[in-house]
Each structure stands twice: as structure tokens, then as C-alpha cells.
């Protein structure tokens, strides 16, 4: 078996069974990463040729062949999000149940919250849903949905103050501040 890095020097060249020996090599780690990655085998597949496709084409210009490597791993980390960015937010949904359990005895604010909750746009609604009711961390939500961390705090900051904009218009109650931005919301 030849080293890899002759493979990669010879596969600059065009030299097709040198890189068709490449792929075949480094088939499973690409694979692999692809699906840890995205989670989903078919995607995963389309990603990999799609990683193979633009490393031939950006093997000429690799100026050390043991890179290859990283450079696989860099196309799959670059097609992966791309992949994610574009996954829509209507799959991340939570279960209805999760966000809809039945209100205790007192806690019709908690009922007027998610009827408010319901009217909200659907991008809002489902982020404020995976923060509080999914009880998901900024990084959790960040994988899920592809959203930079900076972009999905002004976000989420956004569809609270519409939230609670909208509880204020419905109700007319400044409980409704204490509820969504604590006590010291109130004298503000």
C-alpha cells in the first residue's frame, strides 16, 4: 500500500487511479464525519461526494500533501454548515405536549402566555420555545438551527419583546412584566 501523501502528489498531477485510491482511503472518515455531523445518511452521502467533488478541484494547490487530511475535514465542516444553515426551523419544533402541559390551579398567566406564544410568527414562537420550554442552552439551539450565537441572542431578545408586547396589549397588566422580565422589569 502507497503512503497517502505520494497518492495526494500524484492526484495534483490528474492522475485519476492516484486519487480514485485517495477516495477509496478516505471514503469511511469522510463518511463518518458527515454523519456525525448532520445526522441524516442521505445528506450525508450527497455531502461527501460534494466534499471529494471540490477537493479534487482545489488538490492543485495544496502545497503539502500531508494536509489532505485537514483539508477534507475543513470541506466537510464547510459543506455541513451549509447544510445546517439551510435546515428550516419548522423541523425543530418541540412536541406540543412539552410546550402544552396542562396549567396547575394559579397558573392562567401560564395559559395566557401560550395563547400569546401561538400568535407570534412562527420563527419567534419556535425559538422561544426551544430556549424556555425545550430548556435548550445558546449552543444547543446554535447546532440545531444554524443560527450564529450573536444572531440568535438579538433574536430571541426580539420575539421576548414581542411576546411581551403582546401580552401587554391583550391584558393590559403590568404582572405580565414581572412574568417575563422579573421584578426589577417593573419599575422601568
Known sequence: MRD???LVTEA?????????????????????QAIKRI????????????????AWKVLPTL????????????????????????KDLLGTELNPEITRAAPRSGD???????????????EEKQLLNLRYFG???????T??????????KNRLRRSRELLRRQ????SDRKDWLEVLHGPMAIAS
Open 39 to 54: 445526522r441524516d445518511q442521505s445528506k450525508a452521502e450527497d455531502l461527501s461526494q460534494e466534499v471529494f467533488l471540490e
Open 63 to 86: 502545497r503539502q500533501p500531508e494536509a489532505f487530511p485537514f483539508l477534507l475535514r475543513r470541506l466537510v465542516l464547510k459543506h455541513s454548515d451549509r447544510i445546517l444553515r439551510k
Open 108 to 122: 392562567s398567566w401560564r395559559t395566557e402566555v401560550l395563547d400569546a406564544l401561538d400568535e407570534l410568527p412562527n
Open 4 to 6: 497517502f501523501k505520494v
Open 12 to 32: 495534483s498531477k490528474g492522475e485519476e487511479p492516484a486519487w480514485t485510491e485517495l477516495m477509496t482511503r478516505f471514503e469511511k472518515y469522510v463518511s463518518s
Open 143 to 152: 447546532e440545531k438551527t444554524g443560527i450564529p450565537i450573536g444572531n440568535l
Open 135 to 141: 430548556e435548550m442552552s445558546y449552543e444547543e439551539i
Open 167 to 170: 401580552l401587554l396589549n391583550k
